[in-house]
């Protein structure tokens, strides 16, 4: 039974920096993608970051790119997000998500497994 747990949410101001992180369990890795989506109030999901468990390939949204970073912890089954620079739209649910290798890593119904979300809130 895979099971994705994120942690690291919070609240924090205009300019301030978050890492969010996703404990992965329940199967091996090397063959998957990562992905981190969020969702705001009122929106639909959408794609923040992914990242090729066995290569550590990235891709970013245009939205967060410069300022986010995806990364993996290989031995500890973790994912991140290094998220810098925050911005009050950056205000929402972050879920991250697990998927099989070469699937389209910026369509949500691409990932076979989701954690529970965490909220994370920029004020102005």
């Known amino acids: 039974q895979v099971q994705l747990v994120e942690s690291g949410g919070g609240l924090v101001q205009a300019g301030g920096s978050l890492r969010l992180s996703c404990s992965a369990s329940g199967r091996t890795f090397s063959r998957s993608v990562m992905g981190w989506f969020r969702q705001a109030p009122g929106k639909m999901h959408e794609f923040v970051a992914r990242?090729?468990?066995?290569?550590?390939?990235?891709d970013y949204s245009d939205s967060v790119k410069g300022r986010f970073t995806i990364s993996r912890d290989n031995a500890n089954n973790t994912l991140y997000l290094q998220m810098n620079n925050l911005k009050p739209e950056d205000t929402a649910t972050y879920s991250c998500?697990?998927?099989?290798?070469?699937?389209?890593?910026?369509?949500?119904?691409?990932?076979?497994?989701w954690g529970q979300g965490t909220q994370v809130t920029v004020s102005s």
């Open positions: 990242i090729t468990w066995i290569d550590g390939g990235t």
């Open positions: 998500a697990l998927g099989r290798m070469g699937i389209i890593p910026t369509n949500i119904n691409s990932y076979d497994y």
